[in-house]
């Protein structure tokens, strides 16, 4: 695995000291560190790590340590001759050179070593250079390290221009999630930075340490040694510094006590989404201390009988966070937008005014979904208000086309079976009755849901699977060579599959609006995939044939309004408007930009949310047709859109959505994903590919337990076989995922979200393959368990 535990352990005290700047007195002060640590706890081993170090061996910080501080143990990790740059000093070494994995995989390996002692300790790690100072490959320190976020002592800047330094190196700290508990720099009577700075982060809660600073160097070897050895005596008998020991020891054990009384304390006050509380007590509750790529750092609860085993494990975020999360947690880029856009406006209200984010982020999406009709973007807080947004733009534009009157009759909506659209009142209106929405008192259900053809592996092949009431009218179903020919719909539309689905779709229209007398004002789907109603992934050619139907059916939706004698140009829309609810699906989710080109079809309104901001903040775009548009253009205001929330376009969400959509269309222009596609190759359709192997699918839907597997972009499903049927409330997948979440003989875990009787998994779009095959050899032996 990829991935690197946070490095915690009850045994071991252990703080990562960052520098301000170059030159600051990191080493001296580490030293002075760890001489004071040996006085004040003597029955305590110490420890001093140098993970990188430049320069001759004999000049090296860690030799440094031991010639003032005797009977510790100091390490480097890599040292190389050269006394230059880390990165620098990796190019010209003929040696082994670390890569950012093998680096902060031998921190913690050290670290677990130190941690397994029988004697407790404290451990120094002391980075090179500055924050931003590069390790071997080049990236910056701060980033480098950032997976074991070690608590942090900051060396600061007591020279000219250290006042800066030292606020910007907390600062860039601080945005990466680092804690500094301790700034600690030497007392210079010149400037004074030091009395600047004990002011300055005192309302921060962030304790800083004047220290005295070293003696001059002097020129006799001897005496040099001495006077340096009579500094550290003198200051690790200090009042000063034995305070400061006492508050990292208290922040230390802080950190621990809250880490393990936030389940109890949570099971008492927090009132858990899509959650029966009945089943919830502190020990199902997962406590989530940090989160950095695809993975967070959970507390391990076995660690509290064991003050040598690490305290937090490394899980696996199975549901990309609820399906938000797509360039990886603690994304150095996105905080700096985030952090960039907060300092710049914080949250500026869009009634009448615009931002650059907001402007930006509306062109980008209206030139990368490549939707002929789009011609304007409406900003909400999340996806299911800006599937209400759809549907009140839907919904007007089909009264106002028609000469409606709403309040005479009843305006619903066609969609699928088993969709969902959100959680609001009128986002379940949308959504046929369900165990979401039926206890809700105000639900209505105003629709009309079709059935339809799904698509998975069974068994090793490719098959469209048809419901069996609908057998008789569609038929059997069929098989497939490759995913890539289910999705070929230009040659699938000559099937007589495709005769098929459009004579039942028709055949249902006709009913419900002739025949019945119902009046549709919109057709939502979600295109492809049926996230919540349980990763289902339909027929691509009935979603498009429906489509087609729709708009080819004018005259019979129009039939109970006045109608409009105008003639519709192409880019209008006819029949019902179309809304794709993409906010799951959509921006590289399945691995396109837009779910929507899978099946061809341009729609009328476009709803995007999840990975539009990475996982960082809530926001979503409703994207609409220029006939939507106009619906709503009158001299009267009552005819506006009159919907909108406090953070409409917040700045910060469309800086970080600006951020996050350039990074994915960068990724798929450099090939990021080349090797993922590789696997899945296919000549007889259109590109589909997955992070999850073809291989690992196909082995899936062998299994006895499965009913099919499918693989889309960075989405896995698994069905697994219940005879009872009982949907959603199935609880068949609890087994396996209670496995999944089992770390027995391993340093890692899976957090997994289930459906019933389907559980899924979700990578980022950044993660690692070779952490995409560990996790798919671990699925298939809990499978086989």
Known sequence: MVAIRSALWKSLRSYQVYGANTNVGKTIISTALCKSLQRKFPDQRIWYLKPVSTGPLEEADDCHVRKFVRGIQADCLFQFDEPVSPHIAA??????????????????????????????????????????????????????????????????????????????????LHVRGYDVDLVVLFVNEKYKNHEYLVEYFSPKNVTVL????????QPNETSDRQCMADYYDSLSESASMDQALDFLTASHDRRIHDLNSMASRANRVIWYPFSQHQSISPSTITTIDSAYGDYFQTLDPAAKEDP????????FDGSASW????????????????????????????????????????????????????????????????????VKMALRAAAVRNGWDASVKEVEVMGLRGSYHGDTIGSMDCSEPSVYNEKVGWYRGRGYWFDYPTVKMVNGT????????????????????????????SRRQLESSAQRYRAYIQKIIHKLVTDDKRRFGALIMEPVVLGAGGMIVI??????????VVRESRDIFEAGGMGNSQQVVASEWTGLPVIFDEVFTGLYRLGRFSSASFIGVEPDISVH?????????????????????????????????LHGHSYTAHAIGCTVARTSISSMIDMERNGSWDDFKASWQDSHGPEIWSVWSKEFIAQLSTDPCVAGAVGLGSVLAITLKDSAGSGYTSTVSQDLQARLAQTSGRDWNIHSRVLGNVIYLMSSLTCAKEDVRAIEKFVASCLQR
Request: aromatic share 8%.
């Open 308 to 315: 040598h085993r690490p305290l937090l494990n490394t899980t």
């Open 539 to 548: 027929d691509p050619l009935f979603q498009k044939l429906l489509v087609d």
């Open 462 to 489: 490719w098959t469209v699977e048809v419901p069996e009431a609908l057998q008789y009218e569609l038929g059997p179903g069929s098989q497939y060579a490759s995913v890539s020919e289910v999705f070929n719909l």
């Open 91 to 172: 190019r010209q070494s003929s040696g082994n050179v670390p890569s950012d994995l093998e680096l902060v995989q031998s921190i913690y390996s050290k670290m677990s070593q130190y941690a397994a002692e029988s004697t407790p300790g404290w451990a120094l790690v002391e980075t090179a250079g500055g924050v931003h100072s590069p390790g071997p490959s080049g990236i910056p320190q701060a980033d480098l390290y950032r997976p074991l976020r070690l608590s942090t002592i900051l060396v600061g800047d007591s020279n000219l221009g250290g006042i800066s330094s030292s606020i910007s190196a907390f600062e860039s």
């Open 210 to 217: 004047p220290i005295p600073a070293p003696p001059e160097w």
């Open 323 to 390: 399906w938000t999360q797509g360039l990886g947690h603690g994304n150095p880029e996105l905080s700096l937008a985030a952090s960039y856009a907060a300092g710049r406006y914080g949250h500026v209200m869009f009634a009448g005014t615009v931002h650059e984010p907001a402007l930006t982020l509306a062109e980008s999406l209206l030139d990368n979904l490549r939707n002929s009709r789009l011609t304007r973007v409406f900003y909400s807080d999340n996806g299911s208000t800006g599937i209400e947004v759809a």
């Open 609 to 641: 949310a999840k990975l539009l901001t990475g996982g960082v903040v809530p926001l979503c775009a409703t994207l609409a047709s220029k006939s939507i548009f106009e619906a709503f253009v009158s001299p009267d205001k009552s005819d506006a859109l």
